[in-house]
């Protein structure tokens, strides 16, 4: 039926770098757009970056930009977050998200904590 997980949250400390993953199954990982959600304590859950099924485009929070970066392998059905000089207002639940027209899959959520 289709599955996401995400890996790679934890606790780091401002200026740090953490790298999510998300591994896909299930489902034709290659032609689905993948975007990364993010959603903090009391707050909606908002679009952080997306990137196109075929990898060739990517969109990012102006938040976030210059400091993360979003990246696919189709071969290895997964989707990648690498962030950089995090800081405390990044701390939030980050989901993978997969969309093909109407249909959205999503993770389950990582933890991702940015405090001294």
């Known amino acids: 039926q289709g599955q996401l997980v995400e890996s790679g949250g934890g606790f780091v400390q401002p200026g740090g770098s953490l790298r999510l993953s998300c591994a896909a199954s299930?489902?034709?990982?290659?032609?689905?757009?993948m975007s990364w959600y993010r959603q903090a304590p009391g707050k909606e859950r908002e679009l952080v970056a997306r990137?196109?099924?075929?990898?060739?485009?990517?969109e990012y929070a102006d938040s976030v930009k210059g400091r993360f970066t979003i990246s696919r392998d189709n071969a290895e059905n997964s989707v990648y977050l690498q962030m950089n000089s995090l800081k405390p207002e990044d701390t939030a639940v980050y989901y993978c998200?997969?969309?093909?027209?109407?249909?959205?899959?999503w993770g389950q959520g990582t933890q991702v904590t940015v405090s001294s």
């Open positions: 998200n997969g969309n093909l027209l109407h249909l959205n899959r």
């Open positions: 299930g489902f034709t990982f290659s032609i689905y757009a």
């Open positions: 990137i196109t099924n075929t990898g060739d485009s990517t």
